[in-house]
């Protein structure tokens, strides 16, 4: 009979990671989000790089990668937010000792990443010329679509690695997450230069970097896993029973969390859009570097809601609802005020991160641009945590529906509304755009931190109440 989550295994034995999972809430946090955090500032710092390497080719090559940037958010974001779904099923059956039925929603997982990856891969190669059109690359249609083909040539690695991410993260296990992650940006980073400029490839060295990079930690994440053998979690045919409630489980947290970054990416389309409109292709270069800087800001906010999945994933699986209360309040108390920091900091380094992405006399006049971009952003920071580890609370207790509802309110109402309004109705143009993503943002997270709250408050009320068994 297959595990349904609840239910306790015949295996025995812990790890380290798993006896710091099931345990106090805030040191789990603390000790699992700091290598996610490391981990996740060199991917970042590969995308910065990146981006320094492909401003040297000039400003349509840094558009060009700015149009295909949504699309390919659009298949992590499928990736990630699967693998959130993976995280959240296989963290409740830890909590709840269901080790077989860990093990079995593990393969499961691995098996939906290929199927995925087999469907996915030619349909993003064939598109990635048409889209860059619809998207209004114009000029930089040709250097748009040959970064694309390129880049999603690695479809199944993707896959692949985000999913063994999230395999290891809901068993505790983040130092090595962090050393694959890694890995994979220093290598990037290596091949960078070497293949755009040593090689002659141009843009499309850039994505050739990423493929390459993926799949050399895709060969390390399989030696781990079928070779040493020594995961808390087992993924091999004996553990294996196909099971279709197994699916669903993964699939009602992993949907609606793919779906936000769809959000994102619709977002990001939009912004864009709004952009081309108002200042044209240099305004989409300014948003998409800026942004890169923004996302390597909001780094350890990503690292710490990455840990509160797993964290309440499992203690909701054990039922230990006091858990989540004091897990979101840590987190979101602990994200402010490292946002407050990172606000300041930013603020004062402003021009020199622009010089950055500014070195060479084909870009040197977006600088202005990016400095004004990254002063407001400013002012974004702080109200991300509320909003992310809310997210995370409802993505850890199996909830992913609501924390969709959240994003959808946050993206595609406040933020989307918000840059229109600024920018055309009320004349503000470029400037207002940034301003509406920051006014967006406040409200999206004050509406996602009373949700949790409340969410919370019910369960705890419903566990004390004399009438639950």
């Given at each position: ?9 015949e295996?025995t ?8 999972l ?5 040191r ?21 790089v990146?981006?320094i ?15 295909m ?9 499928l990736?990630?937010?699967l ?6 099923a ?11 039925g ?7 997982a ?31 249609t ?24 999230a ?19 220093i ?21 050739l970097a ?19 053998k020594?995961?808390y ?10 099971d ?6 993964i699939?009602?947290v ?42 390597f ?9 990455t ?8 203690a909701?699986?054990a039922?230990?609802?006091?858990h ?5 309040t840590?987190?979101?108390g ?11 900091i930013t ?5 020199q ?6 070195y ?54 406040f ?30 997270g ?16 419903t ?7």
């Open positions: 009979m297959q595990n349904t989550g609840q239910e306790p295994s295996r034995g812990t790890t380290e990671g798993v006896a710091l099931t345990g106090d809430p805030k789990a946090i603390l000790k699992l989000s700091i290598p996610m955090i490391a981990a996740m500032l060199l991917m970042s710092t590969y995308n910065l990146d981006a390497w492909v401003a040297g080719l000039g400003s349509d090559a840094l558009a060009a990668v700015g149009f940037t949504p699309v390919f958010m659009i298949l992590m974001g990736s990630v937010g693998g959130a779904g993976v995280t959240s296989i963290a409740r059956r830890i909590g709840a000792g269901n080790r077989e860990a093990d079995n929603t593990a393969v499961h691995i098996l939906l990443s290929l199927a995925l990856s087999a469907a996915l891969t030619l349909p993003l190669i064939l598109l990635a010329g048409p889209v860059a059109v619809l998207l209004g690359a114009g000029d930089t040709g250097l748009a679509t040959v970064y694309g083909q390129t880049l999603f040539t690695g479809t199944v690695f993707v896959l692949f690695t985000n999913i063994a991410y395999i290891l993260r809901a068993e505790g296990d983040m130092k090595r997450t962090m050393y694959a992650m890694g890995a994979s940006s290598i990037n980073i290596v091949l960078d230069p070497i293949l755009i400029y040593g090689a002659g490839m141009g843009i499309a060295g850039a994505a990423t493929v390459i990079s993926i799949a050399l930690v895709s060969v390390v994440i399989l030696f781990w896993f079928f070779v040493r020594d995961t979690v087992s993924l091999s045919r004996r553990v294996f029973s196909p279709l409630s197994t699916i669903i489980d699939l009602k992993g949907l609606p969390a793919s779906l936000e970054f769809f959000l994102m990416s619709a977002l990001a389309i939009i912004i864009n859009s709004l952009l081309v409109g108002i200042s044209g292709t240099d305004a989409v270069a300014i948003y998409t570097t800026g942004w890169r800087v923004v996302m800001a909001i780094i350890p906010f990503v690292g710490i809601s840990a509160v999945v797993s964290v309440c994933g499992a909701y699986g039922r230990k609802y006091e989540l209360k004091t897990a979101h840590f987190s979101v602990l994200g402010m005020v490292i946002a407050i920091a990172m606000s300041a603020w004062l380094i402003a021009p991160i622009a010089l950055i992405f500014t060479s006399p084909e870009s040197a006049h977006l600088a202005p641009g990016i400095v004004v971009f990254l002063q407001i952003m400013c002012f974004f920071y702080p109200f991300v945590p509320p909003g992310i580890m809310s997210g995370s609370i409802f993505q850890g207790t199996g909830k992913g529906t609501t924390s969709l509802a959240i994003s959808v309110l946050r993206n595609l109402l933020i989307a509304l918000f840059t229109w309004v600024l920018a055309i109705p009320m004349g503000m143009g470029e400037a207002g755009v940034w301003w509406g993503i920051v006014a967006g943002d406040i409200l999206g004050i509406v996602g931190y009373l949700w949790a709250r409340l969410y919370i408050a019910r369960l705890i009320a566990a004390n109440s004399p009438h639950t068994p």
